[in-house]
């Protein structure tokens, strides 16, 4: 099948853009208003994006009322920081609870039943739980137009400046044990899944280069 998006004509009962690029890992996001109030909200479009130093990007869309921006938005506009939680199996139901759309003066992380830890460098907390973390500080912020108010979208570009692991959530060679952690991460519709096997290739990444290695004799 073929469609064009501006028509959106794709003839299905369910819109597939979001099925045609999965898992979506989720940035689970802690930010603080200026008044002091703590908002949590998961956002699938999200991802790392270089690694040194890292920055990590999210794309929040707009209130579907009134087209207003999301908390998160203006919490990030106005404090210019973010904490990014990793969501994983265990922690998979706060994680939709804290979807919800609620009044700004509401502490989002206590009425998902959740416990914050401080962070080092900024001042939204971290989820407790969570295996990793990372504090970041606002790069940019790219405004993307939608076909309507409510479809516009804020990219959220964030440098990462600190990183929490979660010892227990290390191998005894020193990996991250997603085997262990599961981390959950989005597909289309209302569907998720968590990482159950785990495959390796030879083929080198960037990420592999700047590893030291040993000289080559
Ligand atoms: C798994 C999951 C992924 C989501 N991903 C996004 C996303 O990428 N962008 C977005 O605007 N909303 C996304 N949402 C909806 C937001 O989390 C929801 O609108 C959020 O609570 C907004 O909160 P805020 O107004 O406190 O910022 C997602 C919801 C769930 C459950």
Known sequence: MYY????NDHGLPYNPLKACV?????GWITTISEAGVV???PFSFFNVLSYDPPFVLFSA????????RKDTVVNVEATGEFVYNMATWAQREPMNHSAQ????????MAAAGLEGLPSRLV?????KGSPVHFECRLHQIVKLPGHKKSSEHHVIIG???AVHIDDAALTADGRVDVLKI???ARLGYKDYTSIESVFQMEKRTPEDEIVPRAPVP
């Open 4 to 7: 064009e998006t501006d028509k």
């Open 22 to 26: 999965v898992p979506r890992p989720i």
């Open 39 to 41: 908002n949590l909200a």
């Open 61 to 68: 869309g707009s209130h579907e009322a009134d087209g207003g």
């Open 101 to 108: 759309i609620v009044g700004r003066g509401i502490d989002e």
């Open 123 to 127: 001042r939204p907390p971290r989820v």
């Open 159 to 161: 440098r990462v400046d």
């Open 182 to 184: 599961r981390p959950i």
